[in-house]
């Protein structure tokens, strides 16, 4: 079945080193490719995305890049701050239904001061 | 405010007690899912709906039932809690194009 691997599943830096954070997804017909931040006791929450129609997507010190021929996607956090710590999920479209969603377990990122 | 709101945030429970936990949107959203996080396993996905009287199974429905009689609702019942229904929920909702919006979850105990 459809499925999306996310690695590393923790990632320690320093802060204002770069963090970089991979996810492969395994349907070609997906089309949406979401990243999303959590924070202790809260929901996840949107911090960037990208369609399958455009390789690349920054704002501010996130980035996003989408390779649909390798089927893989990456984010990019750079000059991380202690703010960035957190549980970043990427994930992916089930096909084309941009309204449902799989994802990834999850990274925890730690920024250390 | 546009918001996903579930309730309640916390809830403890003896097996085989019929629950229900809700979900309610302001954003006149067709997408509305449900999610449990477990430690290690990340978000998988419940159950799932483009519209009213519209729902489908996701990755892991066992135990679980949903309904949309309206398009803001979007309820999650459980009719025989077991311990390994214990676990962190979150609804979402989105448009067909994205992106989910989540409620602030439902952490549930079965013991």
């Known amino acids: 079945g459809e499925n999306v691997e996310q690695h590393p599943s923790t990632l320690s830096v320093q802060e204002g080193d770069s963090a970089v954070i991979k996810c492969t997804y395994s349907?070609?017909?997906?089309?949406?490719f979401p990243w999303y931040k959590q924070e202790l006791g809260k929901g996840p929450q949107l911090i960037i995305d990208i369609r399958s129609n455009v390789g690349e997507k920054k704002d501010q010190r996130i980035a996003v890049t989408l390779n649909k021929t390798a089927k893989h996607f990456s984010l990019h956090i750079t000059e991380t701050q202690p703010e960035d710590s957190a549980v970043y999920f990427c994930a992916a479209s089930r096909g084309g239904s941009q309204g449902n969603l799989i994802f990834g377990k999850g990274t925890k990122l730690s920024v250390k001061p | 405010e546009a918001q996903v709101t579930q309730n309640p945030r916390y809830l403890i429970t003896v097996t085989g007690k019929k629950l229900t936990v809700t979900c309610s949107q302001n954003m006149n959203h067709e997408y509305m899912s449900w999610y449990r996080q477990d430690p290690g396993l990340g978000l998988r996905q419940i159950y799932y709906?483009?519209?009213?009287?519209?729902?489908d199974k996701g990755d892991v429905p066992e135990g679980y039932k949903v309904s949309r009689k309206e398009k803001r609702n979007f309820p999650l019942i459980l009719e025989s809690p077991s311990p390994n229904q214990t676990s962190l929920y979150f609804c979402a909702s989105s448009r067909t194009t994205g992106p989910y919006t989540f409620g602030s979850g439902t952490r549930l105990t079965v013991v």
């Open positions: 709906s483009m519209n009213v009287e519209v729902t």
């Open positions: 349907d070609s017909a997906s089309n949406y």
